[in-house]
């Protein structure tokens, strides 16, 4: 089975400067997805970045990147530029390769961090 | 277009009650999954639906959870004589599985949740 782990429970950062969060996880598995996603206070998950294990290019959304280090596995999320509305819970998670004729699946959820936005 | 919908917002109950909670999936999601998280803790997987069969069950965590789904639309998770443990925000997600063949992402998009107190 897979694990996720994420061992930040809270980060604080300036407005404006850049914070990285951080996520290992454990798999036998050669192919894999694995993503952040962004919970506020209003509970609704919003994926923010998704990366591919196949793919050795990090992945990138504006203000989001990551660095995914496969060997390492290792998969954190840099956010430049933070701003007050970035302020919520990160959840790195992880999803097997698509099993034959279908392609959904569970996600494997880390416990999640606490991002707090320094005004 | 309506994003997932769940009902109720939040739920009460006392220990030994039977509970049901509701998911509407996003209008032509063919692929529903139903996530439990505690407080304090990332989102553990409890089931998938693809269309109204459940190919995965294994994250139910006893056989007090069930759930069903009619068609391609609505879900109903059902726990049966409620524990204090029970207690938790339950996330229903939807994703579009094209028929045919694999796929290999599918985005899950997830509802505002339903938190449920057992007292």
């Known amino acids: 089975a897979q694990t996720v782990t994420q061992s930040q429970p809270e980060m604080s950062v300036q407005e404006a400067e850049t914070v990285t969060l951080s996520c290992t996880y454990d798999?036998?598995?050669?192919?894999?997805?694995l993503f952040w996603y962004k919970q506020p206070p209003s509970r609704q998950m919003i994926l923010v970045i998704r990366?591919?294990?196949?793919?050795?290019q990090n992945a990138t959304e504006n203000r989001f990147s990551v660095n995914f280090q496969k060997a390492a596995k290792s998969f954190s999320l840099k956010i430049s530029d933070s701003q007050l509305g970035d302020a919520a819970m990160y959840f790195c998670a992880y999803r097997s390769s698509p099993y034959i004729g279908g392609g959904a699946d569970g996600l494997t959820f880390g416990k999640g961090t606490h991002l707090i936005i320094q005004p | 277009g309506a994003g997932v919908s769940q009902s109720p917002s939040n739920k009460v109950t006392e220990k030994g009650k039977d509970v049901e909670l509701r998911c509407d999936p996003i209008s032509g999601h063919t692929a529903l999954y139903w996530y439990r998280q505690r407080l304090g803790q990332g989102l553990e997987f409890l089931i998938y639906?693809?269309?109204?069969?459940?190919?995965?069950k294994s994250g139910l965590p006893s056989d007090r959870f069930s759930a069903e789904r009619t068609g391609e639309s609505v879900s109903t998770l059902t726990i049966q004589r409620t524990q204090q443990e029970d207690s938790a925000v339950y996330l229903c997600?939807?994703?579009?599985?094209?028929?045919?063949?694999?796929?290999?992402?599918?985005?899950?998009?997830f509802g505002p949740g339903t938190r449920l107190t057992v007292l």
């Open positions: 798999t036998s598995e050669s192919d894999y997805y």
């Open positions: 639906f693809q269309g109204n069969s459940a190919p995965d």
């Open positions: 997600a939807s994703s579009l599985i094209p028929s045919g063949g694999t796929q290999r992402y599918n985005e899950q998009f």
């Open positions: 990366q591919e294990a196949y793919k050795q």
